[in-house]
C-alpha cells in the first residue's frame, strides 16, 4: 500500500472525545499521525451527544446509550443501528485495528471478513476487571468467552507492554503476541527545559515554595486506587503537602466523602476533566510526584507523560505497571496500602534529591514520541497487509 491508493486503514474504540482516557488518546494519536503521514483514516465508535473534531478523517457513530455506572463512558448498539453495517460494507478498509473487544470490536471483525482485510486487535485493559465492577459472575463468564473469541479471530494481537502478556495468558490466549508501546504527544527538548517548565507551571498554578504537590490523572474510579490516595493524605496531614486529582468517574461522589469524612477540603482538589492539554502539561509539570496505586492498569500512559514532564511515579510493587519502573532509578514502587503510600511521600518530601534523580531517569526512559511509534505502526501495518495478501 502505498499513500495514493484509496484504501483506508479504520480504527475502532468504544470511546472517543469527549470521553478521554488512555485508550481513547491512543486512537487520537494513532488517527492524527496517520493523516500528518498522508494516509486515509477512519474512526469507528459510538455515537455521543456531542460531536468531536475530525478534521482529517472520517468519522462513523452507531446508536449508543449511557452506561449508568460508567459515566462518560456509553455502550454500543450496532445491531439496531444498520446504517453501520453499511458502512462495513462499502468502506475500503486495507485494514482494520480495533482497540475495544466490544461493541467496536464485533463491527471491525465483520468488517474484515466481509471485505477480507486483516483485523488487528490490541489488548489495552484487564477486561474482567471491568466487567465484575457491575456484573454478575455468570454474566462476566459469558462476557470473556465473547472477549477471547474476538482476540483469537484477529490476525494479529498487539499489548502495549510485554508483562500485559501476563493478563492475557491468564485469560486464556494462546496465540502469538506482538509488543507495540504507546506514545506520548507531550514533548521537551531536554532535562534543563523541563526543569524551567516546572518552574513556570508551579508559579503559574500558585504552588508555594518548599511545597509539595501531588497528582493523579486518569478515571476516578476505586479500581485504579484513589481511595488509598486519600488515605495516604490523611496520614500526611503534617507535612505541607497538596493533591490534585484529574478526571472523572463512578468513583468521585465517594472520594468527596471520603474528603469532607477526614478534613482535606484545602489539601485535596478534585479538578474534574482538564481536556485542555496545554493547561494538563502544566499540572503535570508542578508537580513534584505523579501517585498511580492502581493494580488494573497495563501500560498507563499518564506515567509516561507525567515522566516526560519531569515527574516521576510512585507506583504499586508487582503491578503490571510496575515493569518499567527502577526504584529510586525512573520512579518509586509502594506496597498496596495507604501506611506505605504515605511513608513513600514523606520519605522523598525529605529526599528532594532523590525525587529529582528519578525525575531524569523517567525522562530519559519512558519517553517516546508518537511520530516514532507510529512509524512502526505504518511499518507493521504493511508488513500485515502484505502478508496477508499471499495467506
Known amino acids: 500500500m502505498n499513500r495514493t491508493d484509496n484504501k483506508i ?65 456509553r455502550y454500543g448498539y450496532p445491531k439496531v443501528d444498520p446504517f453501520i453495517w453499511h458502512k462495513m460494507r462499502t468502506v475500503p478498509f486495507a485494514l482494520v485495528h480495533s482497540h475495544c473487544p466490544f461493541s467496536s470490536g464485533r463491527l471491525a471483525l465483520y468488517a474484515a471478513r466481509k471485505q477480507r482485510v486483516p483485523l ?42 510485554a508483562r500485559v502478556e501476563d493478563t492475557v495468558r491468564e485469560y486464556g490466549y494462546k496465540g502469538r503476541l506482538t509488543v507495540v508501546e504507546n506514545g506520548i504527544d507531550l514533548e521537551m527538548e531536554n532535562f534543563d527545559a523541563i526543569l524551567d517548565f516546572k518552574h513556570g507551571s508551579r508559579e503559574r ?18 479500581e485504579k486506587g484513589v481511595e488509598l490516595i486519600i488515605q495516604a493524605m490523611d496520614r500526611l496531614r503534617d507535612l505541607p503537602v497538596r493533591m490534585s486529582f484529574i478526571g472523572t468517574g463512578y468513583a468521585v461522589d465517594d472520594m468527596n466523602r471520603l474528603i469532607k469524612r477526614f478534613g482535606l477540603e484545602g489539601r485535596v482538589t478534585l479538578h474534574g476533566v482538564i481536556s485542555d492539554r496545554e493547561l494538563l502539561k502544566c499540572y503535570y509539570a508542578a508537580a513534584d510526584l505523579f501517585l498511580f496505586p492502581s493494580m488494573y492498569d497495563n501500560a498507563p500512559l499518564v ?3 507525567a515522566a516526560m514532564m519531569g515527574t516521576p511515579s510512585v507506583i504499586l510493587k ?74
Not at 532523590?354 to 512509524?375: N, P
Open 318 to 391: 508487582g503491578s503490571t505497571a510496575s515493569e518499567v519502573i527502577v526504584d529510586g532509578v525512573n520512579g518509586f514502587l509502594a506496597d498496596q496500602t495507604p501506611d506505605s503510600y504515605a511513608d513513600t511521600v514523606r520519605r522523598l518530601y525529605k529526599a528532594p534529591e532523590s525525587v529529582t534523580a528519578a525525575a531524569k531517569g523517567a525522562s530519559s526512559s519512558l519517553t517516546r514520541s508518537w511520530r516514532e511509534v507510529m512509524d512502526e505502526v505504518v511499518l507493521r501495518y504493511k508488513e500485515i497487509i502484505e502478508r496477508y495478501g499471499r495467506s
Open 303 to 305: 506515567v509516561r507523560e
Open 205 to 222: 498554578l500558585g504552588v508555594a515554595p518548599g511545597e509539595m504537590m501531588l497528582l493523579f490523572v486518569g478515571q476516578h474510579i476505586r
Open 9 to 73: 486503514y479504520g480504527l475502532f474504540n468504544d470511546s472517543f472525545p469527549p470521553v478521554l482516557d488512555g485508550v481513547t488518546l491512543t486512537v487520537q494519536n494513532y488517527v492524527h499521525w496517520l493523516s500528518i503521514m498522508g494516509y486515509r483514516t477512519c474512526v469507528v465508535t459510538p455515537w455521543n451527544p456531542v460531536t468531536p473534531s475530525h478534521e482529517g478523517f472520517d468519522l462513523y457513530r452507531y446508536f449508543s446509550l449511557s452506561i449508568a455506572s460508567r459515566k462518560p463512558y
Open 120 to 161: 488487528v486487535a490490541t489488548f489495552h485493559s484487564k477486561y474482567r476487571t471491568d466487567l465484575e465492577h457491575s456484573l454478575p459472575s455468570w454474566m462476566v463468564s459469558r462476557i470473556m468467552k465473547r472477549v477471547m473469541n474476538f482476540f483469537n479471530s484477529a490476525d494479529e494481537v498487539w499489548i502495549p507492554q
